[in-house]
């Protein structure tokens, strides 16, 4: 898996140095698009109707991104540590990034708010998930992430949004707030 895993890597890498174009779009989606993606998204979700709603969701979201991002990508960097690319072979990425590779914290983020905004509305979440995969690839194109990364990442991620909202659909009709199911 881990040869995949770097072949995979070499063939995405292999575009970036080719194009000042193609290597400042990949710079834009891997370091500014999720800036883009959270305001959207408070955006978003402060425009639902009814206060209940824009609080939950809110909620929802930053729970998902505690559970996903701040507690399990964090415990398997502590338990599973895994050098970067550039770290590993020596070369100098497109974006400056620290800390180990494996799972991407920006995947895990970025697929779990994708499943949150899929909840919201199916439409954007939809939307959501194309962006979030774009700077997946992206931050792979520039050089900080192996794609099993982003690939554990985006699982993670999509796994704490669905897991988040399952456990406080409970909740959410207790706040008379009608599932995605009954919209």
Known sequence: MENLNGKIFEWIFSFAHRSMWLDQLGIFLAEYLPYILILSALVLIFTEPGWKRRIFFFSQMVIVFILGRGILVEAIHFFYPVLRPFAELGFTPLISESGFAFPSGHATMFFGLAMVMFYIN?????????????????????????????????????????LVYHLLEIYFKKISLPTVAEE
């Not at 199916?122 to 997946?136: C, D, N, R, T």
């Not at 990364?149 to 669905?162: N, Q, R």
């Open 122 to 162: 199916k439409k954007w979440g939809v939307w959501y998930f194309i962006l979030a995969a774009l700077m997946s690839v992206a931050r792979v194109f520039t050089g900080v992430h192996w794609p099993l990364d982003v690939f554990a990442g985006a699982l993670i991620g999509t796994a704490c949004g669905i």
